[in-house]
C-alpha cells in the first residue's frame, strides 16, 4: 500500500483527489494539512511515501514545506501542485529535490500514475517538460562539477540523451542496446552524479551547459 498525504489549502480540491486515491486498492490517504506549516507536522505523524504538496498556501507556503520535509532522513518523495504550466516556483522545488511537478487539472488517470510512478523512484513529468521548464527560468551555466569527468564516455552518451527527455526504450532503439542496459547505464550515472532521479539529471544538464 502507498501511502499518501494531501497538502492543499483548498478543503474541496483535497476532498475530490482524497476520494480518487481512495478508489485504488493500492494507495491510501494516511493524512491532510491546509497549510505547510500543518504539513510538517502531518507528515511527521503518518510518515507517508509520498507527499502531493501544493505551492502556494497561507502561513507556510509549499516550497518552503518542501525544503523543511526533504532536509529530514528518510523523507517521502514529494510532487508539486500547481496551477501554472511554466512556474517558476516549482522549478526551484525540483531544484531543491522535489520528484516534479503536475497541474492541478491533470487527468484522474495521470494523477495516479504519477503517485505510483513517484513511489517507485521515478520522475513524475517527461523529461523534456522539466528541461522546458529550466530552460525558462535557469541562470548562466554553471562550471562542470567534478564529478561528471568520472563518467565513461558512454556513460555520457546516455546521460546527454537522457537530458534531452529520451525514455530507456528510445534511448535502446537509438543506441542499440537493450533497455536494461540502458536502465543499468542510467542507473550508475545517477548514482556517481549524487542524483536522485531523472529529473534532477535533466536539471543537472541544463544548469551545467551539458543540455
Do not use: C, W
Amino acid at each position: 500500500m502507498i501511502r499518501v498525504v494531501l497538502v492543499d489549502d483548498q478543503s474541496l480540491f483535497r476532498a475530490g483527489i482524497r476520494m480518487l486515491v481512495a478508489s485504488q486498492p493500492d494507495l491510501e490517504v494516511v493524512g491532510e494539512a491546509g497549510d505547510g506549516r500543518e504539513a510538517l507536522d502531518v507528515v511527521r505523524t503518518t510518515r507517508p511515501d509520498v507527499v502531493l504538496m501544493d505551492i502556494r498556501m497561507p502561513v507556510m507556503d509549499g516550497l518552503t514545506a518542501t525544503a523543511e520535509i526533504l532536509a529530514q532522513p528518510d523523507a517521502p518523495r514529494i510532487v508539486m501542485l500547481t496551477t501554472f504550466d511554466l512556474d517558476e516556483a516549482a522549478a526551484r522545488a525540483i531544484r531543491q529535490g522535489a520528484s516534479g511537478f503536475l497541474l492541478k487539472d491533470a487527468d484522474p488517470e495521470f494523477l495516479l500514475a504519477a503517485i505510483r510512478t513517484v513511489h517507485a523512484g521515478s520522475s513524475v513529468i517527461a523529461a523534456s517538460a522539466t528541461r522546458d521548464l529550466f530552460a525558462h527560468f535557469a541562470e548562466a551555466p554553471k562550471p562542470v562539477p567534478a564529478q561528471y569527468t568520472t563518467l565513461t564516455d558512454r556513460e555520457r552518451e546516455i546521460f546527454a540523451l537522457a537530458a534531452r527527455g529520451l525514455s530507456n526504450a528510445e534511448i535502446a532503439a537509438r543506441e542499440f542496446l537493450s533497455e536494461a542496459t540502458v536502465k543499468t547505464h542510467i542507473s550508475r550515472i545517477l548514482t556517481k552524479l549524487a542524483l536522485r532521479d531523472r529529473v534532477q539529471l535533466v536539471v543537472f544538464a541544463f544548469e551545467h551547459g551539458l543540455a
